[in-house]
């Protein structure tokens, strides 16, 4: 099946530092790629949908120049989360669409961030 | 109130009890999905539908369109079932809408 990885798979970072997160679909071609947040105990929120070659489009109340999303080619997604505080740690999620099957997500392990 | 609501929030079972997880949503959609996260975080897909019934091993999924409801079942539950199990809708946006998830505990 189709696998999509993330990394990396926890860091922990000072507050006021920058950390980029890389989601890669390893065996396919995504057109696009979505990336989730997921606090303790709640459901994926989704933050932006990302598509290839263009901007991403930030779900309300998502600040895109804190998230820095970029998808520079079919495989490869990434977040920055830029001047991270602690309230940005959380759980992120990225998923991503097949080509010619976009009605099915096949989601990446997850980003654990803890910002200090 | 949110527009993917699913029941129970959690739910403990002993081993090889069938197990239902409902989730009723208002919203219209194309597509409802079945999703399973383990405690490490990491979501594997179980099910896409749009209408009636699928099956892959121990688990079924049904959906009613009219009754905006779907159910997840799993039969001779076991430990490794332990999970969050989500439902997901698929709107008019195309995006999902995630419900709050059910925490299965199966004990031995």
């Known amino acids: 099946g189709a696998v999509v990885s993330q990394h990396p798979s926890w860091v922990i970072c000072k507050s006021g530092t920058s950390v980029k997160i890389e989601c890669r679909s390893l065996d396919f071609q995504a057109t696009t790629m979505f990336w989730y947040r997921q606090f303790p105990k709640q459901s994926l929120m989704l933050m932006a949908t990302?598509?290839?070659?263009?901007?991403?489009?930030?779900e309300q109340g998502v600040e895109k120049d804190k998230f820095l999303i970029n998808h520079a080619s079919l495989t490869l997604s990434t977040l920055t989360v830029t001047s991270a505080h602690p309230e940005d740690s959380s759980f992120y999620i990225c998923s991503a669409t097949l080509l010619v099957h976009q009605e099915t997500q096949y989601f990446g392990p997850g980003t654990r961030l803890l910002v200090l | 109130k949110n527009e993917v609501e699913q029941s129970p929030q959690n739910l403990t079972a002993q081993e090889g009890e069938f197990i239902t997880i409902n989730c009723s949503y208002s919203v219209g959609i194309s597509a409802l999905h079945w999703l399973q996260q383990h405690p490490g975080g990491g979501i594997v897909s179980l099910f896409m539908l749009s209408s009636g019934k699928k099956k892959h091993g121990r688990l079924i999924a049904t959906i009613n369109i009219q009754e905006k409801h779907s159910s997840l079942h799993i039969t001779a539950s076991h430990p490794r079932d332990s999970a969050v199990y989500i439902c997901a809708v698929r709107g008019a946006t195309n995006k999902l809408i995630f419900g709050t998830g059910t925490l299965l505990a199966v004990q031995p």
């Open positions: 990302s598509n290839e070659g263009s901007k991403a489009t930030y």
